[in-house]
């Protein structure tokens, strides 16, 4: 496996782990959850901003991107 495709299995997991966990806040209507929905949605959104050339003509600054994005464990983005 080369460095894209672990960065892309990486990046997929995390993604489908955040929408698991958003799915499971939507059933709450508590501000505590609407707060963590609004902060895992801004994560997704800054995945979905910088992958919008896709896998393939993945760049040094997008993949430096997707690791910062991959290693802050919360929701909250700050970049």
Do not use: Y
């Amino acid at each position: 496996m080369n460095q894209k495709q672990e960065l892309k299995a990486r990046v997929t997991a995390k993604k489908k782990e955040l929408e698991a966990r958003l799915a499971t806040l939507r059933a709450d209507a508590g501000a505590a959850a609407r707060d963590e929905r609004a902060k895992i949605e801004s994560k997704l959104s800054e995945l979905k901003t910088s992958m919008t050339d896709g896998w393939n003509d993945l760049t040094e600054d997008v993949s430096a991107k997707l690791n910062g994005w991959l290693k802050d464990d919360n929701p909250d983005i700050n970049a």
